[in-house]
T-cell receptor
Framework: GAGVSQSPSNKVTEKGKDVELRCDPI?????LYWYRQSLGQGLEFLIY????????KSGLPSDRFSAERTGGSVSTLTIQRTQQEDSAVYLC???????????????FGPGTRLTVL | SQELEQSPQSLIVQEGKNLTINCTSS?????LYWYKQKYGEGLIFLMM?????EEKSHEKITAKLDEKKQQSSLHITASQPSHAGIYLC????????FGTGTSLTVIP
């Protein structure tokens, strides 16, 4: 079946521009995560959506970063006034809410490689 | 096909036992990451290995990248229930890939 998809796969932008990154989770998955993978560093948690609950925004690095999840499905990560340090691979993951073996496993999308010039 | 294969797929051990998880790539790795996945908390970064033969430790968890830089192992000594979770390796090979995952259960 279809996995998590992200678009665009690559994005090159100029410093100061705004960018939007899109994530389509696996159908039926209520949990959605955004991460950032910077060169030479571990995966950095950004934000977590669970159903209709208020998202956990504790990982967002600054107020230039925001994310929405419409209708409990598609999510958009927006970075305003991009800076060079925002260059990274942005990964999205989704998971189901069921517990037990395999439940809660995060399935990752292919990522969006963002380059800020 | 998977760029990164992990073994075993799942592991059930008695508390106090040692265990090893392997991550194998068909391509040379220039940076290999290990993560632990806990539901609702996002991935937890454990450690990163870059040099062939490099070994790093964090508490009771040790990871090593082999000299040929195509395989890494994660070793847990004297496992505890708190070690339970899904362990993922990851690497940037043109795009970022995660391994197939290893589910660890530690029985008290």
């Amino acid at each position: 079946g279809a996995g998590v998809s992200q678009s665009p796969s690559n994005k090159v932008t100029e410093k100061g521009k705004d960018v939007e990154l899109r994530c389509d989770p696996i159908s039926g998955h209520t949990a959605l995560y955004w991460y950032r993978q910077s060169l030479g560093q571990g995966l950095e948690f950004l934000i977590y959506f669970q159903g209709n609950s208020a998202p956990d925004k504790s990982g967002l690095p600054s107020d230039r970063f925001s994310a929405e999840r419409t209708g409990g499905s598609v999510s958009t990560l927006t970075i305003q006034r991009t800076q060079q340090e925002d260059s990274a691979v942005y990964l999205c993951a989704s998971s189901s809410t069921t517990g037990g073996t395999g439940g809660g496993t995060q399935y990752f999308g292919p990522g969006t490689r963002l380059t800020v010039l | 096909s998977q760029e990164l294969e992990q073994s075993p797929q799942s592991l059930i051990v008695q508390e106090g036992k040692n265990l090893t998880i392997n991550c194998t790539s068909s391509k040379t790795l220039y940076g290999l990451y290990w993560y632990k996945q806990k539901y609702g908390e996002g991935l937890i970064f454990l450690m990163m290995l870059q040099k062939g033969g490099e070994e790093k430790s964090h508490e009771k968890i040790t990871a090593k990248l082999d000299e040929k830089k195509q395989q890494s192992s994660l070793h847990i000594t004297a496992s505890q229930p708190s070690h339970a979770g899904i362990y993922l390796c990851g690497a940037d090979i043109n795009q970022f890939y995660f391994g197939t995952g290893t589910s660890l259960t530690v029985i008290p």
